[in-house]
């Protein structure tokens, strides 16, 4: 399988597009001052305990309050509470653990009135980002992620990824870290480990435990509800966690970045280093390597499969629904029953595919076409059972009952990924009616005026549709030259083709929009 990830960047944020056989998997956003990630560590004031929930609401500077449950505790909460004390305290001055008397674990069934109490000051890792009216959700079971392993203090347990399966490799894991860690840190050791030597290992748990000091040293200064150490920005976050042997390239289209990238794979893979490639094309990144166009395919409420098949995406409350339909499919010439399982399986293949786009969370609902022959549905759970294997997020499938429902619940721990792909048309605001075609170019030319002649603007872009600038630039004396006459500077002109006819718009010299 080839691995592509495309990143562009603009002034109000980065999209990351994860390509596999050329096809669009996954999306991510960041915005910048993206606050409330996952694994940011808050210092956590509890505002208010509920007793019947056995939970906490903790004020970490959102709207709305976090959400601490018991179970979100970690068993080592009574050390970390200790640890606070006396660093904000100042009676302590190390930053690591090594003298350290850790306290007993807490009762896995216990209550969390025993443990903290109103106004205590805890230090706290968002779980889960702010999704829809809630608050983000928390953790006090601190652990600090790299690439081949995963710091957890107060403890001092290995644990090891079960999809490593070769016992002597996870022996010799286990060896390696164990001469390796500090006293009174847990480690749980990644996938990607297995085959690393020794210096691999010991750079990115000594680059961890770097983060864990810089915490601690930031603990005694830090105001409550203001976050005291943050994760990496979300496109190292994840190179950091998918990039391998796969990867062919990892195109950037902003040249700070790239050179942040490229020294960020250096530093985590040298080997990997050339495949970090900086896009200077004009054309978009997105458009140029297709992937504005599968966004657009890929989003929305139908989605076509290449067989004619298509499915029906609904979003409720409480679940989503994904109703696959046999559309204008001809049927094949075995029988009925034959036909349905090949629409299916076309179809998981594409819902898995759409579980990792939308990065859909909670419960999905599958109403699959009825299949009767039981070996059939088991022939398809197998198979999407196979296809969600590539899905990093914790999942649980259930078999096809009898009416080809199937069941999925899926780790949600960031809102949704959002894109409508029906949009109100911004020439007639939704009207109907648009303005004479031919008093386009006298519009565009009075909003130049404004901008160069009252705005003072330099070097700006008008951004327009293929065919409107082909008609801009045509002729010996085009109407952009006669427009360099008249405003005493050249407006570069540039074609997007996912604009409407007489749609347009102005940019400012650092590619920001200049709002009219």
């Not at 829809?132 to 957890?152: H, Q």
């Amino acid at each position: 399988m080839v691995k592509e990830l495309i990143i562009d960047s603009t002034p109000t944020g980065v999209t990351i597009a994860l390509i596999e056989d050329k096809y669009l998997v996954e999306l991510h956003k960041e915005h910048i001052n993206n606050n409330y990630a996952v694994g940011d560590i808050y210092l956590g004031r509890i505002k208010k305990i509920m007793p019947g929930l056995n939970a906490a609401f903790v004020d970490v500077g959102y709207e709305k309050d976090a959400f601490l449950h018991y179970f979100d505790l970690g068993p080592q909460v009574q050390s970390l509470i200790k640890l606070t004390k006396i660093k904000r305290n100042g009676t302590v001055n190390g930053t690591l653990l090594d003298n350290f008397k850790l306290e007993a674990d807490i009762n896995k069934a216990g209550k969390i009135s025993e443990i903290v109490s109103k106004n205590l000051i805890l230090p706290v890792q968002i779980a889960k980002e702010p999704i829809s009216t809630k608050g983000p959700r928390l953790s006090s079971d601190l652990s600090i992620a790299g690439r081949y392993i995963v710091l957890v203090p107060f403890s001092n347990v290995i644990s090891i990824s079960k999809k490593i399966k070769s016992n002597t490799e996870r022996n010799r894991l286990k060896k390696i870290i164990e001469s390796i860690k500090p006293k009174n840190f847990g480690v749980i050791i990644r996938t990607v480990s297995e085959g690393k030597g020794v210096a691999e290992l010991q750079k990115d748990l000594l680059d961890s435990v770097s983060k864990w000091e810089n915490f601690t040293k930031k603990l005694p200064d830090a105001e409550p509800s203001k976050r005291v150490w943050g994760e990496m920005d979300r496109t190292s976050t994840l190179i950091r966690d998918i990039l391998s042997a796969d990867f062919t390239n990892v195109y950037v289209n902003d040249a700070n970045l790239f050179e942040d990238i490229r020294s960020y794979v250096h530093e985590i893979s040298p080997e990997m280093e050339k495949i970090v490639k900086h896009y200077k094309h004009k054309e978009p990144i997105f458009e140029h390597f297709g992937v504005e166009k599968q966004i657009k395919n890929g989003f929305g409420k139908t989605v076509n499969l290449a067989g004619g098949a298509y499915l029906v995406v609904e979003h409720t409350e409480a679940l989503h629904v994904i109703d696959v339909n046999s559309g204008n499919r001809t049927a094949s010439k075995e029988n009925q029953e034959e036909n349905a399982l090949q629409v299916n399986k076309e179809a998981a293949k594409e819902i898995a595919r759409q579980l990792r786009l939308r990065d859909m969370g909670g419960i999905v609902v599958i109403d699959f076409i009825d299949m009767h022959k039981p070996t059939n549905r088991k022939m398809l759970f197998d198979y999407l059972r196979d296809l969600m294997l590539l899905d990093r997020a914790k999942h649980t499938i259930l078999p096809p009952s009898k009416f080809g429902l199937v069941q999925i619940t899926r780790q949600r721990v960031r809102p949704e990924m959002n894109i409508v792909t029906v949009e109100k048309c911004p020439t007639c605001d939704g009207t109907g009616e648009i303005k004479a075609s031919i008093v386009l170019m006298d519009d565009i030319e009075s909003n130049l005026t404004y901008i160069l002649q009252e705005q003072n603007e330099k070097n700006i872009t008008l951004c327009v549709h293929p065919y409107i600038e082909a008609f801009i630039k045509k002729g010996l004396v085009s109407l952009q030259w006669k427009w360099f006459f008249k405003f005493g500077q050249r407006i570069r002109v540039k074609s997007m083709s996912s604009y409407n006819l007489t749609e347009f718009h102005f940019l400012s010299s650092k590619d920001e929009e200049i709002k009219l």
